[in-house]
């Protein structure tokens, strides 16, 4: 297996453009998870999905950002418009059921 | 509700020394423990976990912790560290319906020559 895929590895954008980073899943996994990782404030849970349905967003940290699971092998996570404090290395994990979390390589996130 | 405390956010080892990275936690279910190891601009890396098997569990490279339910720990140990063990390691705690995730803030691991 893959693993858990994650793109663009890296991304540069300026202050007010939209970003959008995207993940694949291990195939099978039933959930899915968005974290962020920053120096200042480590590694925050953003949302998870169950089966493709969002259980848990009250880590998402402003209307700025949303995620969506279309289907079981993808997810999207959208900031818009991104500003320099969004800069950070965001990370994608999957598993199933009561099962280990597999994290992805990580897009690191550069707003300038 | 739940928690993980880790309770050193550095900690630092002479090479060859033994290691141990504290962490407790509180669940109101009965938990699954993990440990989580993160070198630097890499992802995170399953260490072990514990899933209410034994209470002794061996991960890799050497590492182990042990789940002690009347303590609320699940410390992270390793006889003999080696420079390659220099990271970043995260302790997780999950239970409840859907499976709800608790990370540690995280203890820095560094290694002496």
């Known amino acids: 297996d893959a693993g858990v895929i994650q793109s663009p590895r890296h991304e540069v954008t300026e202050m007010g453009q939209e970003v959008t980073l995207r993940c694949k899943p291990i195939?099978?996994?039933?959930?899915l998870f968005w974290y962020r990782q920053t120096m200042m404030r480590g590694l925050e849970l953003l949302i998870y999905f169950n089966n493709n349905v969002p259980i848990d967003d009250s880590g998402m940290p402003e209307d700025r950002f949303s995620a969506k699971m279309p289907n079981a092998s993808f997810s999207t996570l959208k900031i818009q418009p991104s500003e320099p404090r969004d800069s950070a290395v965001y990370f994608c994990a999957s598993s199933s059921s009561q099962e280990t979390q597999y994290f992805g390589p990580g897009t690191r996130l550069l707003v300038l | 509700a739940q928690s993980v405390t880790q309770l050193d956010s550095h900690v630092s080892v002479s090479e060859g020394t033994p290691v141990l990275l504290r962490c407790n936690y509180s669940?109101?279910?009965?938990?699954?423990l993990f440990w989580y190891v993160q070198h630097p601009n890499k992802g995170l890396q399953l260490l072990l976990k514990?899933?209410?098997?034994?209470?002794l569990v061996k991960g890799i490279n050497g590492f182990e912790a042990e789940f002690k339910k009347s303590e609320t720990s699940f410390h992270l140990t390793k006889p003999s560290a080696h420079m390659s063990d220099a990271a970043e390691y995260f302790c997780?705690?999950?239970?409840?319906?859907?499976?709800?995730?608790?990370f540690g803030t995280g203890t820095k691991l560094q290694v002496i020559p």
């Open positions: 997780v705690v999950t239970g409840g319906g859907y499976q709800k995730v608790t």
């Open positions: 195939s099978g996994h039933n959930s």
């Open positions: 669940s109101s279910y009965s938990p699954s």
């Open positions: 514990y899933t209410s098997a034994a209470t």
